[in-house]
Nanobody, 121 residues
């Protein structure tokens, strides 16, 4: 069974940094895309950044220049390096992946359980 497990959330002061980690485990034939979403209280879940096969990346405008998403393909791990954090970055951050479990399976979408990031002084 495929699992996405996030870690690294917490409380940080404005201007600080945090690094989130997402490890994909289980039966995996191929990963097509991985990304991070976030959901703040009372708001819809939004894409923060993603990386698709081939290595191209996308970032929401509000995090460009501050966040990066390094990926370790060998370890099926996606990081979210967050710098210059702002109070408006406060949200639950979710890892997401489109992947194929076996060569004959269809591609499916998976979510992690989420990790809280709070930016406050």
């Amino acid at each position: 069974q495929v699992q996405l497990v996030e870690s690294g959330g917490g409380l940080v002061q404005p201007g600080g940094s945090l690094r989130l980690s997402c490890v994909v485990s289980g039966r995996i034939f191929s990963i097509y895309a991985m990304g991070w979403y976030r959901q703040a209280p009372g708001k819809q879940r939004e894409l923060v950044a993603n990386i698709i096969s081939g290595g191209s990346t996308n970032y929401v405008d509000s995090v460009k220049g501050r966040f990066t998403i390094p990926r370790d393909n060998a370890k099926n791990t996606l990081l979210l390096q967050m710098n210059s954090l702002k109070p408006e970055d406060t949200a639950v951050y979710y890892c997401n992946s489109d992947l194929q479990e076996r060569w004959y399976d269809s591609k499916r979408n998976y979510w992690g359980q989420g990790t809280q990031v709070t930016v406050s002084s």
